[in-house]
């Protein structure tokens, strides 16, 4: 006897999740059977309600319900200000430290010339003229730091600076509350490059 | 800016599984959207579906699409041995196997006085009905090897012994690929004391 078919197709389901396995998806599914059935439904439902009602804005590429989305036409962020970032995700990574107030620009990817992402697909015309038309005045990269985010980064600046723009890079060093001992070559050496007078 | 509504009820959903936090339901929620709305519609489908098709076997309390059961239908299986474990899933565990071809008894917990679960809750009178009129010879308790499911073997085996049934336990060691030397304490006891020869 294996599973019935319903139980069987549930455990499936859920192992399409990254990072879930059948041993987890297993433990997932027998909660669901011990949760009232309202509870399920509503967890159901909000995956399709989430599937439906999202989208991409179409000027900064984050997530949204409403175009354009609650970042562009906030008028108390400053508009000077453009953050690049990766993944929709990483916008709201930024937000939950509520240290930034200017707006975004969601290149969906980095440049990645084998996988066929060049800088169309990746929106970076559009984040030049929206540079140009609105008068911005420093562009933030904060893309992954690897290969790839380092290559899009150093290829934004390149073209953005020409236009009279300041170009940054958010800083990379020590996590803070970690520990010297435990940080690698690689991080070290840039908090070290990143160095700031105290 | 926050979470748009419908991401934050989705993340919120998630959340709700056990052992998914909020950053791992966020990560879930960002698969979910990036996957085509059919695929997304099928996960939430095969929930509630699950949980609207299964119920437990009213003669074994296993998970069932059909009353009785598959495994109680099955007539290629021995009737006269009855494996009683305590929770729906470990019905599978032993099903994978394969070495098993008798019926089973899910208790749906385990004694504990405490929490209210004691023989009625757990439908032993009916385990022990079961046992008088279908001629059993045999019953393994494969109760977890813990103080409720050893209390809980130890209550079965008290009232079944004397119905000139047998009795056993599944046995305890050391798991098969383990290392003598992590074991724990317990384990390598059980183990002593289990030893058969060779």
Redesign the interface.
């Known amino acids: 006897?294996?599973?019935?078919?319903?139980?069987e197709?549930?455990v499936?389901?859920?192992c399409?999740?990254?990072?879930i396995g059948p041993k987890?998806a297993?433990?997932?599914?027998?909660?669901?059977?011990a949760?009232p059935?309202e509870?399920?439904?509503?967890?159901?439902?909000?995956?399709?309600?989430?599937?439906?009602?999202?989208f991409f804005c179409s000027n900064c590429g984050c997530?949204?319900?409403i175009e354009p989305c609650?970042?562009c036409r906030?008028s108390r962020r400053d508009r000077g200000l453009i953050c690049v970032v990766q993944?929709?995700?990483d916008v709201?990574v930024l937000?939950r430290t509520g240290q930034y107030h200017g707006l975004y620009h969601v290149l969906h990817g980095a440049l990645s010339p084998l996988d066929g992402l060049g800088p169309e697909e990746l929106r970076l015309p559009h984040l030049f003229s929206r540079i140009k038309e609105n008068n911005v005045r420093e562009v933030i990269i904060a893309t992954n730091p690897n290969v790839e985010g380092d290559a899009t980064a150093a290829f934004i600046a390149r073209l953005v600076k020409p236009l009279g723009v300041t170009v940054t890079r958010i800083a990379f060093g020590l996590p803070v509350g970690g520990d010297l001992e435990y940080a690698d070559d690689l991080t070290l050496s840039r908090a070290l490059e990143g160095r700031r007078e105290m």
Chains 1, 2 share one sequence.
Do not use: C, H, N, W
Request: glycine letters at 2%.
């Open positions: 006897m294996s599973y019935p078919q319903t139980l197709k549930l499936e389901s859920l399409r999740f990254p990072g987890t297993q433990r997932l599914a027998f909660f669901l059977l949760r059935r509870e399920v439904v509503s967890i159901a439902r909000a995956m399709v309600e989430a599937k439906d009602k999202l997530l949204t319900e609650a970042l906030d993944e929709p995700r709201l937000e």
